[in-house]
């Protein structure tokens, strides 16, 4: 029997078009992300992490039975601004021009427009892009004379140069996040007002600060619609808007919300505040974990929990300002067995909580202990994607895509993994060992950079963690060899420009970086 031509034509017709239903059906599977990025939050404040820990978090450990948590997973740095740097660009923090240090809320843009983010990655992907919360990584405020401020840093400040009317450039919205809200710099950091889209949402019209113990901002402009108290509720509360928003759509999206808290100032609001029986930390942690399981069951009641990636991890270790020393004397552990804090080269200042919840693709419950790094979260998205990295595009990025298969039995992950500190101090992982390229802490705690303590101690530290996990005993001695190739291996990685395999690239050269970086040979 012979069809007719007019039903053939038909047929094929109704193929092509299935055909293409298919792919756009497949298209839409790629999986939602959600990074939630932490301020301040130490290792051990999350019980998933720390069964002796005294913050209650039944939410954040809820969705760490749900997914998978990694208990060896690192920021590149010991602080905010850098690691931020490296989250979003795959790329250690110490390549860019900023070698030491943060950012402050006045400061210019430190990623240039050129550079590719996990955000352009995915948007070029299809993804609808959005980042809420605190930037930290500097943007161009527009001035009343047209010219750029004169002054940065923890000097007398120059917000009367800002012209709050006039569109801030060289924003979120240029590093490939279609939808930006959020404000310049840490909690504590002038001026206070929040940025939509390259506009301020409202003019200032106050001058405040706060000298509390806890709750202490730097005085500065603040906007009416700015209370301090109600902002990292603000941004839960718009994320969720935005992720019910999402759902409707028949694209995938990502949704970067980097928290300002618990970073100080610690702010629990008054129906939080005792409810630790810690400390306002404590207190304020409670409160996080709460809008963290509203997020959770936002997503879910949105239908879309199967194949949304959630990602819960912190900027660095928990920070002294938070009272570390009062609640070690109530029993809790902000970095739990490890040695420092926020600021220092030693794990706890950036061995942090990482939980990985997608129900589509992690087993639930599982855990992995590969060294990660969160300069690896742009290579994973971009493999989730189906993007395929260029040779100057996440130079220090390794997907997570194969650890999520739970199933999957590794020797190795990364090659290697380096740390930086507060003050450009580094240190390289490899395996169990640790090389630290420093006398001291690099940072915040004992011995600090040129503490006098620091006079008669060698000038480098080898611990191995396997056997030492507090890096208390500093065996560099009688490891002359593994002193001498984990050094070679981090001149390597710094003079490549890359810790993955492709072609050398180059760093961002500042005057004296060679001198900050004395151990690399001439």
């Not at 930086?420 to 169990?432: K, L, P, T």
Request: glycine share 10%.
């Amino acid at each position: 029997m012979k069809l007719p031509i007019q039903l053939l034509a038909f047929i094929f017709s109704f193929l092509g078009l299935l055909s293409c239903a298919v792919k756009a059906k497949e298209e839409i599977k790629k999986p939602n992300v959600i990074i939630i990025l932490a301020d301040d939050l130490g290792y051990g404040d999350i019980g998933a992490f720390n069964p002796d820990s005294k913050i209650p978090t039944p939410y954040i450990d809820q969705m760490a039975k749900q997914g998978m948590i990694f208990t060896d997973a690192h920021t590149p740095s010991a602080v905010c601004t850098p690691t931020r740097y490296g989250l979003l660009t795959g790329r250690y923090n110490w390549r860019s021009t900023l070698k030491s240090g943060v950012l402050t809320g006045n400061s210019t843009a430190l990623i240039p427009k050129g550079r590719s983010t996990i955000a352009s990655t995915l948007k070029n992907q299809g993804y609808h892009t959005a980042f809420i919360g605190k930037w930290h990584l500097g943007w161009n405020w527009a001035t009343i004379d047209g010219n750029p401020l004169t002054a940065d840093g923890w000097g007398p400040n120059n917000f009367d140069q800002i012209n709050f009317n006039k569109p801030v450039t060289h924003t979120p919205n240029d590093l490939g996040f279609e939808y930006a809200y959020g404000h310049a710099g840490s909690l504590d950091m002038a001026p206070y007002v929040y940025v939509e889209n390259g506009k301020v949402t409202a003019m200032p019209d106050k001058v405040t600060v706060d000298k509390g113990k806890y709750s202490w901002w730097r005085e500065g402009p603040t906007s009416p619609d700015f209370d301090h108290e109600k902002v990292t509720p603000h941004f839960f509360e718009k994320s969720i808007a935005y992720i019910q928003e999402q759902a409707k759509e028949e694209k995938p999206f990502f949704l970067y919300l980097a928290l300002p808290s618990p970073h100080t100032p610690i702010l629990p609001p008054a129906e939080w505040q005792g409810k630790s029986g810690l400390a306002p930390f404590g207190d304020f942690m409670m409160m996080i974990d709460d809008y963290v399981g509203q997020l959770n069951a936002a997503i879910k009641a949105a239908g879309i929990e199967e194949n949304t990636l959630i990602i819960f991890t912190s900027d660095n270790g928990g920070s002294p300002a938070a009272g570390l020393d009062v609640m070690q004397e109530a029993g809790h552990f902000s970095s739990y067995i490890y040695r420092g804090h926020k600021a220092d080269i030693f794990e706890g200042g950036h061995r942090v909580p990482f939980i990985a919840k997608w129900p589509a693709k992690i087993q639930k419950g599982t855990s992995r202990s590969e060294t990660i790094c969160l300069t690896d979260l742009m290579a994973t998205g971009a493999e989730l994607s189906g993007y395929e990295l260029k040779d100057n595009e996440g130079e220090d990025s390794y997907s997570l895509m194969s650890l999520f298969d739970a199933n999957n039995k590794m020797a190795q992950f990364r090659e290697a993994t380096v740390s930086h500190s507060i003050n450009g101090s580094f240190a390289i992982r490899q395996g169990d060992w640790k090389l630290i390229m420093a006398k001291g802490s690099g940072g915040w705690s004992f011995p600090k950079p040129n503490d006098p303590a620091e006079a008669d101690l060698p000038e480098v530290q080898l611990y191995n963690l396997a056997t030492d996990p507090g890096e208390m005993n500093n065996v560099y001695a009688e490891n002359g060899d593994k002193v001498a190739s984990l050094k070679a291996l981090l001149s390597k990685y710094i003079k490549e420009g890359r810790s993955t395999p492709g072609a050398p690239q180059f760093n961002d050269k500042i005057e004296g970086e060679w001198k900050q970086i004395g151990f690399l040979e001439d």
